[in-house]
């Protein structure tokens, strides 16, 4: 168990709609990131939050946003969903200094329909 | 921009075979690098990273891997693979500065292990 919780683990939607993806980090841990993996991309880095503020932005849609609360946990929202974004989405947490390991949740699956 | 390759896409190997994955990576500065592995319906969990010092570095369920600047190459190797090392392994690489912790990942290669 590597201490960060993502919630729900499978999500089925339909075309068109919006989902919230929640992540709790491993205690004491200030940064999340949240990551993308479908077949065709591999794992993609989307965004990442350290102690509330967004500190990087990858390869992420403009439909889907993010935040961090006070109490440091994370959602992921994803709008307008289409085929396409159908994958396995990743959160993962850190200490957030230079020599940071990242630990990863399970996932959550998102199919949409 | 840092990249990752992982040229073997799916690698067979018989229980008890040595294992070596490859991993070439693309980064200006000294990266920071990292293994993991994905099992079915799991999320990714660390076997090992290497930020300086020993090239050669150890890691759970005895992993290793070597850090050959020379070759932008971060190789993982096991001795003797067991039937439950079968997995999907990723090689990834982090920035050495700045803010961004952002990791870029390999495609990641299968492993099936044969009886």
């Known amino acids: 168990d590597s201490g960060v919780t993502q919630t729900p683990k499978h999500l089925i939607t339909a075309t068109g709609q919006r989902v919230t993806l929640r992540c709790s980090p491993r205690s004491g841990d200030l940064s999340v990131y949240w990551y993308q993996q479908s077949l065709d991309q591999g794992l993609q880095f989307l965004i990442q939050y350290y102690n509330g503020e967004e500190r990087a932005k990858g390869n992420i849609l403009e439909r889907f946003s993010a935040q961090q609360f006070p109490d440091l946990h994370s959602e992921l929202n994803l709008s307008s969903l289409e085929l396409g974004d159908s994958a396995l989405y990743f959160c993962?947490?850190?200490?957030?200094?230079?020599?940071?390991?990242?630990?990863f949740g399970a996932g959550t699956r998102l199919s949409v329909l | 921009a840092q990249s990752v390759t992982q040229p073997d896409i799916h690698i067979t190997v018989s229980e008890g075979a040595s294992l070596e994955l490859r991993c070439n990576y693309s980064?200006?500065?000294?990266?920071?690098l990292f293994w993991y592995v994905q099992s079915p319906g799991q999320g990714l969990q660390l076997l090992l990273k290497y930020f300086s010092g020993d090239t050669l570095v150890q890691g759970i369920k005895g992993f290793e891997a070597e850090f050959k600047r020379s070759q932008s190459s971060f190789n993982l190797r096991k001795p003797s693979v067991h039937w439950s090392d079968a997995a999907e392994y990723f090689c990834a690489v982090g920035r050495s500065g700045g803010s961004n912790y952002k990791l870029t990942f390999g495609k990641g290669t299968l492993l099936t292990v044969n009886p």
């Open positions: 993962a947490s850190s200490v957030g200094q230079a020599k940071n390991i990242q630990y």
């Open positions: 980064y200006g500065a000294t990266p920071y």
